[in-house]
């Protein structure tokens, strides 16, 4: 079993700069992935961005591309998503997930992520 809390939310004007956390406990992470994803009102759940945990191997969204980073403390499992230049079209709820089992490419579908957080409401106001 793995847990995931994601935190750093919260509102923030257009262009300013969010850090969310994302803390995992649990199983082991070696062959993992770990994703992050929003999902804003009436919208499906959309890929930004993921990291492999063993290689720091990082994907990203084109969304997100120049904007946002993701990134890990091994020795805090806890993956960062560093987000700069925040429009209002990044208004959503975030969430981590990790994919245990991750393959050779890392994956933008949310199908395969084995876990997920609650989500951290981020506020772009214009």
């Known amino acids: 079993q793995v847990q995931l809390v994601e935190s750093g939310g919260g509102l923030v004007q257009a262009g300013g700069s969010l850090r969310l956390s994302c803390a995992a406990s649990?199983?082991?992470?070696?062959?993992?992935?770990v994703g992050w994803f929003r999902q804003a009102p009436g919208k499906e759940r959309e890929f930004v961005a993921a990291i492999r945990w063993n290689n720091g191997n990082t994907y990203y969204a084109d969304s997100g591309k120049g904007r946002f980073a993701i990134s890990r403390d091994n020795a805090k499992n806890t993956v960062y998503l560093q987000m700069n230049s925040l429009k209002a079209e990044d208004t959503a709820v975030y969430y981590c997930?990790?994919?245990?089992?991750?393959?050779?490419?890392?994956?933008?579908?949310?199908?395969?992520?084995?876990?997920w957080g609650q989500g951290t409401q981020v506020t772009v106001s214009s």
């Open positions: 649990g199983r082991t992470f070696s062959r993992a992935a």
């Open positions: 997930a990790a994919d245990l089992y991750a393959g050779v490419l890392l994956s933008a579908r949310p199908e395969s992520y084995d876990y």
